[in-house]
């Protein structure tokens, strides 16, 4: 790859993919400042006067709450400005990487989920996922739609940062217990991308590789489980956290209501991706153990 676009580099995914790329090509990263991804016509623009032969769109509309009352804006950056980078791809003749979500799922079946389960999206922000899902597949363009679920990383705000901050504060915290998935390093979905794609360019773009896989840690959890685990491993680092008495207590979806419904069961299977390009990542109990280390040891990456 000689010239690569990616999206949202201010973003925790966009963030890891920048370091991850530096040495495949020369990058282009840009937030909404340089590339709206709202107007369709700025980003046809954009991507015109770049020309990339990679682009990876890891930005997206990411407040899963407000989108119920800002469900226009959503689906204008979700769901048909992937269809433009779709579009534009496929007129470049330039591969397109897309990361969705386990939101498009309804969270009822009590295995995970394959690739080849129908979607059934319970919230506008699921809605507006599936919706670019769908539009990347009509494009045409080579793709590979990336779906994940629970993402953290060392850059930017997410739930393993907002744990380390209420433990900090607060002597109970209240965490639901009865949502289930894979806690998922954006890192390793960086690092992941960039092995997949090494593999289908060495296969000279086998179109059958292309398309859609799902790509979680290893393992499954509950958010009450994932924030106990994250305070122990940050009581290694932080003598007052590891002074401190914290209770965390399980309670129930319905104890915290929020306007868009989560998935019951989040878990994806990602036999997939590991029979198509041998991909597996780490168990996220790996995965989070490394990354709480590296905010503590180097905050000002953070």
């Given amino acids: 790859m000689s010239k690569i676009l990616i999206t949202g580099k201010n973003g925790q995914v966009g963030w890891e993919l920048q370091r991850v790329f530096a040495s495949s090509g020369e990058v282009i990263a840009v937030d909404a400042d340089d590339m709206d991804l709202a107007d369709a016509d700025a980003i046809r623009r954009f991507v015109r006067d770049v020309s990339p032969d990679l682009i990876i769109n890891p930005a997206a509309y990411t407040a899963v709450d407000k989108a119920e009352s800002d469900s226009d804006l959503a689906m204008a950056v979700n769901g048909i400005a992937a269809g433009v980078l779709a579009e534009e791809a496929q007129h470049l003749g330039a591969v397109l990487v897309h990361y969705s979500t386990d939101y498009v799922f309804d969270g009822s079946k009590p295995a995970p989920y394959t690739e080849s389960d129908v979607p059934k999206p319970q919230s506008v922000y699921g809605k507006t996922k599936f919706a670019g899902e769908q ?151 790996d995965s989070l153990a490394e990354c709480v280390r590296e905010i503590y040891e180097q905050p000002e990456s953070a």
Avoid at 185 to 191: G, K
Avoid at 235 to 259: C, F, G, Q, W
């Fill in 135 to 285: 539009a990347i597949r009509a494009s045409g363009c080579k793709h590979l739609i990336l779906r994940t679920s629970w993402v953290y990383g060392v850059h930017g705000g997410n739930f393993v940062k907002t744990m380390l901050r209420l433990a900090r504060e607060r002597d109970e915290l209240r965490i639901v217990a009865d949502q289930f998935g894979a806690p998922t390093w954006a890192r390793d979905l960086a690092q992941a991308t960039a092995s997949a794609l090494n593999c289908w360019k060495i296969l000279d773009w086998d179109h059958q590789l292309g398309g859609l896989y799902h790509l979680t840690a290893a393992g499954r959890t509950n958010w009450h489980q994932y924030a106990e685990e994250i305070v122990r491993l940050a009581r290694k680092y932080d003598s007052a956290l590891a002074a401190k008495p914290l209770n965390i207590h399980p309670i129930a979806t319905h104890e915290y209501p929020v306007p868009a419904k989560r998935p019951v069961n989040s878990v994806l299977a990602n036999d997939k991706i590991r029979d198509a390009f041998g991909i597996v990542l780490p168990a996220w109990q």
